[in-house]
């Protein structure tokens, strides 16, 4: 999906996000690297951007 358009809110905690759309956030960097491999096809770790984070928004809006 495109995240162009996409305005992350503030107050926005992706750890909250991850655990809400089902990953297990005990490991934070952990669940980061699971979920980029799984959504993004991005194996590069557990590392925290702008992209990954309003994707996660996206897919935790979806959730709710």
Same mark, same amino acid.
């Given at each position: 999906?495109?995240?162009?358009g996409?305005? #992350? =809110?503030d107050?926005?905690? !992706?750890?909250?996000?991850?655990? #809400?759309i089902? !990953?297990?956030?005990?490991? =934070? $960097?952990?669940?980061?690297?699971?979920? /980029?491999?799984?959504?993004? /096809?991005?194996?590069?770790?557990?590392?925290?951007? $702008? &992209?990954?984070?309003? &994707? #996660? !928004?996206?897919?935790?809006?979806? !959730?709710?």
């Open positions: 999906d495109d995240t162009t996409v305005q #992350i =809110p107050n926005f905690d !992706y750890l909250m996000g991850l655990r #809400i089902g !990953y297990d956030i005990s490991a =934070p $960097a952990s669940a980061v690297a699971a979920f /980029k491999r799984h959504f993004m /096809k991005d194996n590069s770790g557990g590392t925290m951007n $702008a &992209v990954v984070r309003k &994707v #996660i !928004y996206m897919l935790y809006r979806r !959730y709710q």
